[in-house]
């Protein structure tokens, strides 16, 4: 009942920021729960970042140890879109960001299998 689309990826310079935007469609959009995940050539799609649902009202987060402290997930609800601001961004950034969401139920961890429904994905690319 969710519809995802990313925007915001591109090249960017080691130490520089960038902002990927989900947009949100369908309803009811406060019942899911929302991720940022990657995927690197050669590697496995993992979980960047990770917010509870609206509706749960705690406003629980989670990031991967690799992006703490440099990354934030955020949402406007009046905008129905989920934000990740990815700052101090070094290589090993580089992957194809996807937004997903998983509908409300028991708390489960940031990971792929966890989540339902999928945006197209944003390359995100930073220089060397």
């Known amino acids: 009942q969710v519809q995802l689309v990313e925007s915001g990826g591109g090249l960017v310079q080691p130490g520089g920021s960038l902002r990927l935007s989900c947009a949100a469609s369908?309803?009811?959009?406060?019942?899911?729960?929302y991720g940022w995940f990657r995927q690197a050539p050669g590697k496995e799609r993992e979980g960047v970042s990770c917010?509870?649902?609206?509706?749960?009202?705690?406003?629980?987060?989670y990031y991967a140890d690799s992006v703490k402290g440099r990354f934030t997930i955020a949402r406007d609800n009046a905008k129905n879109t989920i934000y990740l601001q990815m700052n101090s961004l070094t290589p090993e950034d580089t992957a194809v960001y996807y937004c997903?969401?998983?509908?409300?139920?028991?708390?489960?961890?940031?990971?792929?299998?966890?989540?339902?429904?999928w945006g197209q994905g944003t390359q995100v690319t930073v220089s060397s």
């Open positions: 997903a969401a998983k509908f409300t139920g028991v708390p489960a961890k940031c990971v792929p299998p966890n989540y339902d429904y």
């Open positions: 369908g309803r009811p959009l406060e019942y899911y729960a």
């Open positions: 917010i509870s649902p609206l509706v749960s009202g705690d406003g629980t987060t």
